[in-house]
Structures are given as C-alpha cells and as structure tokens.
C-alpha cells in the first residue's frame, strides 16, 4: 500500500472514530428540533396534549381552542431556536415536497408589530394549488387546495422555519397530495390488521404499518456535475462513455468511505438528528462514488416524511460540500443504478412484529396469518403493486437489464417454503386431535426465530421476506415511498379483511374452532398464490419465460405499468378500503402520464442541445485538426502523402460517419417529438414518447460515446465518466 494511500485511510479512520465519539452525543442532540411529545409536555396543558395524542390516534377533531393554545405553543418553541417563519409542509404529486413560508412577524392594526401564530393558521392553509398537478382535479371541481396539519407527524424546524406537516386536498375534498392516501391506507389497513391480531390477542387495540427505508444515492463533484447539461437537468447523463474502470473491481462496496463523503455524511447526520431523523448506518454501495444510508425503522407515515425530508437535506449539505448529489435511479450506463428499498412489516400496541416469527405455536400461528395474508394479497394485486413504482427514471432498472426485474415475485426462503408446503396438505375442515398436536408441535412449532437464509439472500428478488419483515426493492430512488405504502397497505387491509370473513364464516356457520378456521382458510391462500412464489434467480431469462407462464405482468415501461390503476379491480379496491375515490384514482393516472411525458421530452430537449452545441463541435474541431495535419503531409510529401495520412483518413472518415448519423437520428428524434407533442390523448403521448422517442435515445448516445473515444480529450467539452466517477 502506498504511504499517501495508507495516510489518507488512517485519516479516514480518525475521522470516523471521532464519528463514532460525536455519536455518543448524538442521543444528547436526537429530535431537538420536533415538536414531539417531550416538547408538548413542556409546552402545552395536559388536557391540550391529550387532544392532540387523541387527534393522532385516532383522527379526533381538535377544538379551534386547543387548536389556538398548540400554536402558541409551537411559536414559542420555535421563536426559541431561532425560527422566523413557518410553512405547511406538504407532498404534491410533483413526488417532491413543497412549502410556502410565511413569517411570524406581522402588524397591528394600530402599527404595532408582533410574531402572530393561531389555530387557524395552524389548522389549515390554502396554497396556491395551480401550480400544483392535480390530474384534472382541480378542472372538474374548483381550483382552491388546501392544506390541513397531520397531526400524526410532529412539526420541526428546518433552518429558521417551522415547518408543519399536512395533507393537500381540493376544495372538494380529492386528494392532491401522496399523503392523503398514504393516511387512509395505514387507517385501513390498522383497523383490518386489528381485528385480526385479535384473534390471537384480545389486548391488542391498534396495529401500525413500520417501514425502514433505504436510501442509494451517488455523490458527484459540483463543479464537474454542472459542467454538464445532462446532469443539471436531467439528473442523469444521456450520454457518456464508460470509463476504463468501472464496478468490475467490487473495491468500492464496503470499502473505506472517502474523506471527503465521511464529512458530507457526518454533517448530514448531524442535521437528521436534529431533526429526529434515526440515521444508523451508512456505506459504500456497488458502484464507485455511490453510497447509502439508512435509519432505524418507523410508523411509515413518519418514515416516509422523514424519507423526504432527507431527500431535501441531503441535496442542500451536499451542496456546502461541494457536491452534487444524484438520487436519479440510472444517472450512468453500464453501472449499478440507485433504488431506495422499503422494509415493511406490522407492529402492534403491545410491541408484538406481527411478521416476526415467535417462540411458541400460537405465536406462530399469528406470524404465519399475517405471513401468508401478505403473499395472498400481493398475488392479488401485484400489477398494481408494479404500477406504484413506476416512473420514468426507474423503467432504467425495472425494464431494463438490472435489478430486480419488473416482474413481481417473492422470495420466501427454503425453511418458510417448507412450512408452507406441510400446511397446504393439512386436511379440510376439523382436524383430528393427532393432526392438530402434529400440526402445533411438528410445523408451526418447528418455525425458527431466526431464519438463516433470509436476512440479506437473493438480491434479485424484487418482494423479499427478509426474516422479520418483508422487502420491497424495486422502489426507485427518487420515488415517494408514500406510494408504494398506499398500494401495500391498501391491499393488505383488503386481504385481512376478506380473512377474516372467510375465517369468521367457517367458525360461527361450520361450527370450527378457531385456530382449525384459520388453518383452513390459510391452506386455501397457499394454493391460490403458489404462482408468486419464485426462490429463484429473478435476473434470469427462464423465470421471464416462466413468470409468463404463471401469467404475472411483466410491464417493461411506466406508460404500461400505471394503466392498471384504474382497472375496475383496482378502482373497487380503493373504493371498498376507502382509500381514493374513482376521481382520485384516475387524476393520478393522468399525473403518472404527463410526469413520464415532461421527464422524456426534456430529456429529448437536452439531447438536441449536447449533439447540436457540444458534441458536433467538437468533433468537427478535432477533425479539423486532423484534416489540416493530412493536408500539410500532402505539400511536404506530395504524391507520397498518403503513406503517412492512411491511418489519420480512416479516423476521418469515422468521425464523419458518427457525424452524419448522430445528426440524422437527432433531427428524427425531434421530428417524432414535433409529432408526440400534437396528440391530445395523453395515453396515446405517452406511449409515442415511449416506443417512438426513446429508442432514439440509445442511437444517439452510441454514436455520441463512439466519438468520445475518437475525439482528442481535452477538447471534449462533457465531463467524462472517470471524471464523474473516480474524482474523490
Ligand atoms: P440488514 O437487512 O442489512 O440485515 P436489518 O435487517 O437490520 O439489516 O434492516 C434493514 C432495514 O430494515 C433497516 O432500514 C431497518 O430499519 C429495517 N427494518 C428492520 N426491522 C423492521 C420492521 N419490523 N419494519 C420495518 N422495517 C424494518
Ligand atoms: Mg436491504
């Protein structure tokens, strides 16, 4: 090891060593800036915070007094560490976060100043909303959104405003936001999932979905990321070639962080802390300069706002570092590009993980409900599933030739399949005392707490059970996570309520006990969705020729993958769970649409800009450069030039050639956007921006990296991959 290399690491480690001292403060420094409960219980009355703990728990009105006493509370919190301003903090559909801040600070009638802060203010906002997309929503009614406090997620303070979480609706009440529906899935799915658990446990009141995320990202230098159009405003590179090192190596996975990304990370969990985000662990990932960090899971309401908030920290600190962080899921071809997989599980009031396998039989029985439940329901709705997490940027993962496939399937794991496969044989109806003892102590009592081969095996399934809690890994990482909740929740809600029909029929009508109710509707559910069932490897061609064969949807694009939302299944699952209403359903269908078609016509507008602006330029001056060379050979040697200038013509004639057709395929690429852009069908526009203008996407970018490696370096005027990616 060379001695600047073996420096730089030992600096590395000092650094993370005082890393680790700083964390042991950190618990000092954890959610001082969020108006949780410690803080209510500072600042409020006691019968204040119980209206709120109320509001949260289980939706309650909070009085307009109550309303006015949290706000001055909040005030006075926030005016004492410095804020000025505060903002209802919402999740349009845009997939981003938005705020408007307006200041404490205002007038009296008689002139006088004050910081003013009431229960109105709190309560509820009303945003401008047309700038906003509302898929048609706001056409058909009345064009006023408003935004209304959640309490379920605290207020906190980012920089010098205070920043309140809530739902944006329409003056009708339709949801315009992702938060909304995430709201009335995790309703949906606590009051399915508690009826349920009961059965096992009378004390259990109130179930929550839990969800740890994963964050993948890649940092990039500043200065070299906005020396390129691409990057700047496509958040990925259209073009570039490889370098001649990529992730061949596997050195980056796991290895020593970089000096420069352990300082961005520290001052980035700094601020998480802040702001009660639990950040625990952080990374290398696969590919080089791409890193991950994740938190300690939590209700997913307020995992998914902390996701986004994240998202939003992390873009400005990396800014004071220098860099430019891409959360794009392919910001470069030829390597690993970034997902954000979402851990998901249930957690009951009595601390029990209902997907986490216990010690005795009962326990396990109760695991294997919800277990079982949760596959039932995904094989139900697992194009919709797919749908959820379709956008245009990770059709570059799902679609294309990287992980995982766009197929969905779960992986179970040898012991779990076994399990299953001995309770699929249990026998119909009531079962004999031998077969119920064999059946407790045998199957059920056999499941292991632990579960060896499912913490971290088979990376290429895209719905992984990973011991307690299922995996879903296809989620993009730049996607809300709220999406994919509402879809999961949603359908899980659904499931343990068609359960627990089945299960309550078979007890009151064919007089079963009720664990022998629950074995037998189970035993059904294993039958029915053997189909998503897959431990194997989900790259691979044969599981697409067999997925077929199962009959699973394989939607390689967005435009495909979100027309299922508003089949008549889907649009009566969201109706029956209460969800989104069919007018809901359809305006996000129209956003997903017009989203997919916005991100690829820029993408086709910074293609014409790279070929037209920089990249025939500089071909053409290198070429220039060579034709004057030939022609200077030709009056010292005459006749005898070509000797010399062979080599050089064929050069030449190369450039010419990808001259000629990175020109051409330019023009026809905007040709058929000219074309696009005049349909009036937005279905119809998608699919032409999908199979009429992207494949020409991949055309000029072969040609464009054919000349990268033709053209004299320093007049190539994008900065390269080894730049982007090998830079520390
Ligand atoms: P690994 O998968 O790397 O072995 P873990 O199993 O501890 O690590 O967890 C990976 C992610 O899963 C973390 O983000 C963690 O917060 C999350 N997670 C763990 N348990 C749960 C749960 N019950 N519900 C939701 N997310 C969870
Ligand atoms: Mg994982």
Known sequence: MSEIRFKAISEALNISNRAIEEKGRRSALFATHVFNEDRMLQYLTRDALKSVKDAAQSGSKINRKTADQVAEAMKAWAISLGATHYTHWFQPLTGATAEKHDAFFDLLSDGKALEKFEGGQLVQQEPDASSFPSGGIR??????????????SPAFIYGTTLCIPTVFVSYTGEALDNKAPLLRALHAVDAAATAVARYFDKNVSKVHATLGWEQEYFL?????????????????TLVGHAAAKGQQLDDHYFGVIPLRAISFMQDLELECTRLGIPVKTRHNEVAPNQFEIAPVFEEANLAVDHNLLLMDIMEKVADRHHFKVLFHEKPFAGINGSGKHNNWSLATDTGVNLLSPG???????????????????????????????????????LGANEAPPAIMSIFVGQQLSDVLDELEGVSQGKLSPEEKTELKLNVVGKIPEILLDNTDRNRTSPFAFTGNKFEIRGVGSRTNCAKPMTVLNTIVANQLREFKKEVDTLINQ?????????????????????????????????????????????HKSTPEAVQVLTSKKSLELFA?????????????????LDTYILQTQIEGRVYNELVYNHIIPAAIGYQNILIENVTGLKEIYGAAYSKYAGELLSIIEQISEHLVDIKKKTDQMTEARKRANTMQDLNKKAFAYCNEIRPFFDAIRYHSDKLEQLVQNDVWPLAKYRELLFIK
């Open 359 to 397: 010690s005795t039989p009962m326990k396990n029985l109760q695991f294997l409900t919800f277990f079982i439940n949760t596959i039932k329901a995904v094989d139900g709705y697992e194009e919709l599933l797919r749908s959820s997490i379709a956008s245009a940027s990770n059709d570059h993962r």
């Open 220 to 236: 990039i230098d500043k200065s070299l990321a906005n020396a390129r159009p691409d990057l700047v405003l496509a958040g990925r």
């Open 139 to 152: 056409n058909t009614f009345e064009a006023r959104g408003y935004t209304a406090w959640d309490p379920t």
């Open 510 to 554: 064919k007089k079963l006990k009720k664990d022998e109710a629950v074995f037998n509707v189970l035993r059904e559910y294993i039958k029915a969705s053997k189909r998503i069932r897959f431990d194997g490897d989900g790259y691979s061609p044969e599981w697409e020729a067999e997925a077929a064969k199962r009959k699973l949807s394989n």
């Open 576 to 592: 029956r769970t209460e969800v989104m209403s069919e007018a809901e359903v359809k305006a996000r269908l129209e956003v997903e």
